[in-house]
């Protein structure tokens, strides 16, 4: 019996030990895995080299990790240019906003890291946005509760604060923060960037989401995702009344195609991955990982009808400029009408004054004050009409 009762310890005893021993194993090859990359990059840093050492030597044990896994992961222009003294700010200040909020506190050191603490979103111009936006944005958030308010929030807000809005007449897509505020306008990508930015000044994970082409070819959008629990979405200056993961791309969103390079959806990614996210204002560009998103915005498809999306824009006498004006739908079957206001240059190209239509049936679209107007038939296809102003 006593023999039994021995041989019974040792087993137990091994089947408590053999984890710790293979965890113990596991966290070596981590670290192994780590110090390789690390290795690398500084390789990889040329004659900046001195200067990511710097950083290393410089940072705070706590906050170490955070700065390996920037070094160990950003792209081959950033090791070559990025100076110590900028890469200990951004992680420093990513540490205090953490410890001030509550959300941040509650975030994995995995997604902090990601999401958080990473100083660029594409590839956008390097600079020290954090202290400035974190200035902006405190305010606001102060008497939130979630990161999903704060998001919400800060959404409704920062863009009236800095004065920035949507125009095709900035400078360029991908636009940091301080030249989409120096300009007072910026592209949905640069928007993007300066919501993802100023939610990550205050500790909300927050990743820029996009596709290059949406399926019916109107063109390209980019977006914001926030971590709140889940990921939730939201146009940048497009702030839904009805809160998050609400917009006027979700129908667009649905149609994405998982396996299509250029019909899907991507969210971006600090850490590196098997996949990169489209630039499609720098195509040869493929220093942006990401991950494919685009099951998630499919579950948003509604069921099949008999309705299409009727799409209506109205330019000025160029042809070109969208100007506002009111409108009016009639359908020629049952005489019912719908009014709206078209969209101006102040929001994105590809959201215009839409209305639900019925398949087979003949609309007549005119200005309110009936001086112009068009009939179309609708198909089983979502349809565009144009009314340049004479």
């Excluded at 009762?5 to 021993?21: G, H």
């Amino acid at each position: 019996m006593r023999k039994f009762v021995f041989q019974f310890q040792v087993v137990i005893a091994i089947i408590l030990i053999v984890p710790v021993i293979c965890h113990g194993q596991a966290a070596q090859e981590t670290d192994k895995k780590s110090d390789s990359a690390l290795k690398l990059a500084l390789e990889a840093a040329g004659d900046n080299r001195a200067e990511l050492e710097k950083s290393l030597q410089q940072v705070s044990e706590k906050q170490k990790p955070a700065l390996k896994f920037l070094i160990e992961n950003m792209p081959v222009r950033d090791l070559k240019s990025l100076k110590a003294d900028f890469l200990l700010e951004h992680v420093r200040l990513a540490y205090q906003a953490r410890g001030e909020f509550p959300w941040g506190k509650k975030i994995s050191d995995e997604m902090f890291f990601n999401d958080v603490v990473a100083y660029a979103n594409v590839n956008e111009k390097r600079e020290a946005w954090r202290d400035e936006l974190y200035k902006i944005c405190k305010p606001i958030v102060k008497d939130c509760k979630t990161a999903a308010e704060a998001a919400h929030k800060i959404n409704q807000q920062l863009f009236r604060i800095v004065k920035v809005k949507y125009s095709t007449k900035r400078k360029r897509p991908d636009q940091a923060p301080s030249e989409s505020i120096e300009q007072g306008m910026a592209s949905c990508t640069g928007l993007s960037i300066l919501l993802s930015d100023a939610c990550r000044s205050v500790s909300i994970p927050a990743r820029l989401t996009g596709t290059p082409l949406w399926t019916n070819k109107r063109g390209n959008h980019t977006w914001v995702e926030i971590w709140d629990g889940v990921w939730h979405f939201t146009g940048a200056c497009e702030a839904s009344k009805q809160g998050l993961n609400h917009g006027w791309f979700v129908g667009d969103a649905s149609r994405a195609i998982k396996d299509s390079r250029l019909h899907a959806i991507y969210s971006t990614s600090f850490r590196k991955t098997k996949t990169t996210f489209p630039l499609v204002w720098a195509r040869r560009d493929k220093s942006v990982y990401a991950v494919n998103v685009t099951e998630r915005y499919n579950a948003f498809a509604k069921p099949k009808s008999d309705k299409v999306r009727l799409f209506i824009r109205v330019l000025d006498s160029d042809g070109k400029t969208r100007v506002a004006r009111k409108v009016k739908v009639t359908d020629l079957k049952t005489k019912k009408t719908v009014r709206g206001l078209s969209k101006d240059e102040r929001f994105d190209t590809n959201d215009f004054l839409t209305i639900k239509a019925t398949k087979g049936v003949e609309y007549k679209i005119e200005l309110a004050d009936g001086k112009q107007s068009q009939t179309v038939k609708i198909g089983d296809q979502p349809q565009t009409v144009t009314i340049i102003l004479k």
